[in-house]
C-alpha cells in the first residue's frame, strides 16, 4: 500500500455516510455492524428482514467489487488460519465489550456527538496505533 487514493477514499467514505444515514431515516436504526449481526440471533422475529438486508448488500458489495475490480482487493494473508479465527474472536470479545464497534461508535456515534463514541473510537484507534507500531517494530 504505497498509493495514495483520495477519491476512491471520498467515495467510499461518502458511500458509507449515506448507507448509515439512510439506515437512520428509514428505519430508525444505527448502522452498528457487530449490534445488526448480532440482532439476528437474538433478536425480535419481526426485526431481521431488515437486519439480512443490510448484511447481505454488505456481502454483496463486497462480492461485486471483487468481481468487477479484482485487483482492488488483492492481498496476502501472512498469518495462519488459527491466528486469524483468534484475532476474529478476540475482535468480537472487544465489541462486545465496549458496546459496540466502528462502525457504530465511529461512524454513527461521533456525527452524533455521542460522548461515549468519542472515547470508545480513542480508545479503537490508540490500541490500533499502539499494536501496529508493535507489530511492525515501530513507526517508521
Do not use: K
Amino acid at each position: 500500500m504505497t498509493e495514495f487514493t483520495p477519491y476512491s477514499a471520498l467515495l467510499g467514505g461518502a458511500l458509507i455516510g449515506l448507507a448509515a444515514t439512510a439506515l437512520l431515516l428509514f428505519n430508525g436504526r444505527i448502522a452498528g455492524i457487530t449490534g445488526i449481526a448480532g440482532g439476528l440471533l437474538g433478536g425480535r422475529p419481526g426485526d431481521r428482514a431488515w437486519r439480512v438486508a443490510f448484511l447481505a448488500g454488505l456481502v454483496l458489495g463486497g462480492t461485486g467489487l471483487a468481481l468487477a475490480a479484482p485487483q482492488a482487493l488483492a492481498f496476502e494473508l501472512t498469518r495462519s488460519p488459527a491466528a486469524i479465527v483468534g484475532a476474529g474472536l478476540l475482535v468480537g470479545f472487544g465489541t462486545r465489550l465496549g458496546g459496540g464497534c466502528t462502525s457504530g461508535h465511529g461512524v454513527c456515534g461521533i456525527s452524533r456527538l455521542s460522548t461515549r463514541s468519542l472515547v470508545a473510537t480513542g480508545a479503537f484507534m490508540a490500541t490500533g496505533f499502539l499494536a501496529a507500531s508493535v507489530l511492525t517494530g515501530g513507526v517508521a
